[in-house]
């Protein structure tokens, strides 16, 4: 017995794997490759729905551009319309040059085109409009910062204490 390999494994018995067992291992991994496969199934639907989802928006974006262009294109034209016609109105006599800046003025209030009032006047309108914010305080000034300028005051030098590691050396503040 004492050169037996083996010796005291002669009481170890192998287990015994039923068909049931075998089955309901079986059944476990089919359930779980299954769930694999209907999951990567949903991700591609998803996929699908999203992509067609993003191609509806661009559509519709590009519409908005088109629709916006359009609107940008008929002020346009309505501004070449007013301002050709009261140009013409004063090149043959009919108004002076003061009451034709007068109209483009009141035009482009009227009917909310900037671009017919003249460049000069365009200026003048803004800087009125920068004047009015700021008197209404839509503008805010900075506080000044405290203490003096660089270099327009010169800071004093205090006497510092003595002790063994710092001898008698002056800091300024």
């Known amino acids: 017995m004492t050169g037996d390999l083996f010796y005291g494994m002669t009481d170890i018995q192998m287990p015994v794997i039923t068909a049931g067992e075998v089955g309901a291992v079986l059944v476990g991994t089919g359930l779980l490759?299954?769930?694999?496969?209907?999951?990567?199934?949903?991700?591609?639907?998803?996929?699908?729905?999203?992509?067609?989802?993003?191609?509806?928006?661009?559509?519709?974006?590009?519409?908005?551009?088109?629709?916006?262009?359009?609107?940008?294109?008929?002020?346009?034209?309505?501004?070449?319309?007013?301002?050709?016609?009261?140009?013409?109105?004063?090149?043959?006599?009919?108004?002076?040059?003061?009451?034709?800046?007068?109209?483009?003025?009141?035009?482009?209030?009227?009917?909310?085109?900037?671009?017919?009032?003249?460049?000069?006047?365009?200026?003048?309108?803004?800087?009125?409009e920068i004047k009015a914010r700021r008197a209404k305080g839509f503008y805010k000034t900075c506080s000044p910062i405290p203490g003096p300028k660089p270099g327009e005051a010169t800071p004093s030098v205090v006497k510092t204490f003595v002790n063994k590691y710092w001898r008698g050396k002056t800091v300024t503040p």
Do not use: H, N
């Not at 590009?62 to 629709?67: E, G, H, T």
């Open 33 to 128: 490759l299954g769930s694999a496969y209907l999951f990567k199934q949903w991700v591609k639907l998803r996929d699908v729905r999203l992509a067609a989802k993003a191609e509806k928006t661009r559509k519709d974006m590009r519409l908005q551009q088109a629709m916006g262009s359009r609107q940008d294109r008929l002020r346009e034209i309505l501004t070449e319309i007013i301002d050709d016609g009261i140009l013409d109105a004063e090149m043959a006599g009919k108004i002076s040059e003061q009451e034709m800046k007068k109209l483009l003025k009141e035009m482009s209030e009227k009917l909310d085109l900037p671009e017919l009032v003249p460049t000069k006047t365009r200026s003048k309108i803004v800087k009125q």
